[in-house]
């Protein structure tokens, strides 16, 4: 069992930044590939970014390939969505989620999610 919980969304600037931390409970994290989705106003669950157990393979969603980066620590059981130059169209429900292993871009396929952490980006 595993569970997570994000934090640091709020409202930000058009062109600004925020950090997406997300903490996992449980020994076993380190086992884990980590997964953030969004799911903007009146759209469906989308995925953003996603990394392996460990950390050595990283994936996007083309719309945010040089401005956001995932990683984690796993000595800190948490994996991060750092976000640079942020669209308004970047405006949605963040959560991250955890599936054995290897990561995947379809959300289906994740076991846990956290609460879902809203970010706003004003334009």
């Known amino acids: 069992q595993v569970q997570l919980v994000e934090s640091g969304g709020g409202l930000v600037q058009a062109g600004g930044s925020l950090r997406l931390p997300c903490v996992a409970s449980?020994?076993?994290?380190?086992?884990?590939?980590m997964g953030w989705f969004r799911q903007p106003p009146g759209k469906e669950r989308e995925f953003v970014a996603a990394i392996n157990w460990g950390g050595g393979s990283k994936y996007y969603t083309d719309s945010v390939k040089g401005r956001f980066t995932i990683s984690r620590d796993n000595a800190k059981n948490t994996v991060y969505l750092q976000m640079h130059s942020l669209k308004h169209a970047d405006t949605a429900i963040y959560y991250c989620?955890?599936?054995?292993?290897?990561?995947?871009?379809?959300?289906?396929?994740?076991?846990?999610w956290g609460q879902g952490n809203q970010v706003t980006v004003s334009s």
């Open positions: 449980g020994r076993t994290f380190s086992s884990y590939a």
């Open positions: 989620a955890a599936r054995p292993q290897i990561a995947n871009r379809t959300y289906r396929l994740y076991d846990y």
